[in-house]
């Protein structure tokens, strides 16, 4: 993972705006004081190009913390569709949104486990292979 320090403070601010929806390189270019073109250079370097992985992982990792608060506001509406005897096709679709959901993450949790595992292994293999 690419330290924050490696990148130049244009750099930081370059990557914060050219992740911000709607702007274009040459808009965050100007947001960071840069002419366009060097925009365009900062987007083929690796540190910069590992600076941008690492602040759309944080990005996902903030929109996916501020939707947490529904969860249990969803599972609660599950629940509830599920019980009402009325609809029996509400009840239905329900557990299959539920049994889905709960198979996708079980299979999401393995990936993540299997590429933290794979990614040990490079680290042990001389740093890593390129």
Not at 38 to 49: A, S, W
Not at 61 to 68: D, I, N, P
Not at 78 to 106: C, K, N, W, Y
């Amino acid at each position: 993972m690419i330290a924050k320090n490696s990148l130049t403070p244009k750099q930081q601010i370059f990557i914060t705006a050219y992740l911000t929806p709607g702007l274009t390189i040459e808009a965050a270019a100007k947001v960071a004081g840069i002419a366009e073109i060097t925009g365009y250079r900062y987007l083929k370097m690796e540190h910069v190009q590992a600076g941008i992985k690492q602040a759309r992982a944080e990005l996902y990792e903030q929109a996916m913390g501020g939707l947490l608060h529904l969860v249990d506001k969803a599972v609660k509406t599950l629940d509830g569709a599920m019980d009402r005897a009325e609809f029996p096709g509400t009840q239905v679709r329900a557990s299959q949104i539920v049994l889905e959901r709960t198979h996708e993450t079980i299979k999401v949790n393995e990936i993540e486990k299997r590429i933290a595992e794979l990614e040990q292994l490079l680290q042990g293999n001389n740093g890593g292979i390129r």
